[in-house]
């Protein structure tokens, strides 16, 4: 059964770069038809999509965020990973990985895991 | 700020059917599959729901899913205590090409 577990630091400083990896086990990325993602969740707040990238390693992202971001896939092929720089305040939430029938379609996630922006 | 619009919250008691709508657009829902999704407080959302009506294996058929135009609807059927929770709907927006969830709606078991 295919899982998904985020993993990074729960700390960021402002201004620097928030870096995490979404270990998939049970499975692998490739080769595979599925896209892989990441959503995140401000504290108290609903959804907000930051991007995908796809089986082939063509990305998408959220365009509030685009020029802030990068997600690629490790070459063991097992994990995939999200950086997002210059971060602020605004950036605190709580960070999901997932896996993507299509781009529109997160049926695996990850558990989650929180980040804050802070000094 | 959210292109789909859901109300805030419902409730119901044990055994009643509560809907949930989702309002967007022509560029979202109205012309791309709707996507429901459960949040249980702490926990990753669940999908419910995918392509307007179509329910992943292990999800109870008291959860259906349906889609007029540019609106959607969520409807729990037999509501139980394990129903109390967070619901999502997405779409993709061809307009500002994302991914857009729905502002959520709080499911209270009375």
């Known amino acids: 059964q295919l899982q998904l577990q985020e993993s990074g630091p729960g700390l960021v400083r402002p201004s620097e770069t928030l870096s995490l990896t979404c270990i998939v086990s049970?499975?692998?990325?490739?080769?595979?038809?599925?896209?892989w993602g990441w959503i995140r969740q401000p504290p108290g707040e609903g959804l907000e999509w930051i991007g995908g990238i796809s089986y082939t390693e063509n990305t998408y992202y959220n365009p509030s965020l685009k020029s802030r971001v990068t997600i690629s896939v490790d070459m063991s092929r097992t994990q995939f990973s999200l950086k997002l720089y210059s971060v602020t305040a605004a950036d605190t939430a709580v960070y999901y990985c997932a896996r993507g029938g299509d781009l529109d379609y997160m049926d695996v996630w990850g558990k989650g895991t929180t980040v804050t922006v802070s000094s | 700020q959210s292109v789909l619009t859901q109300p805030p919250s419902t409730s119901g008691t044990p055994g009643q059917r509560v809907t949930i709508s989702c309002s967007g657009s022509s560029s979202n829902i109205g012309s791309r599959y709707v996507y429901w999704y459960q949040q249980v407080p702490g926990t990753a959302p669940k999908v419910l729901i995918y392509r307007n009506n179509q329910r992943p294996s292990g999800v109870p058929d008291r959860f259906s899913g349906s889609k007029s135009g540019t609106s959607a609807s969520l409807a729990i059927s037999g509501l139980r205590s394990e129903d109390e929770a967070d619901y999502f709907c997405a779409a993709w927006d061809d307009n500002l090409n994302e991914l857009v969830f729905g502002t959520g709606t709080k499911v209270t078991v009375l």
């Open positions: 049970g499975g692998s990325i490739s080769p595979s038809r599925y896209y």
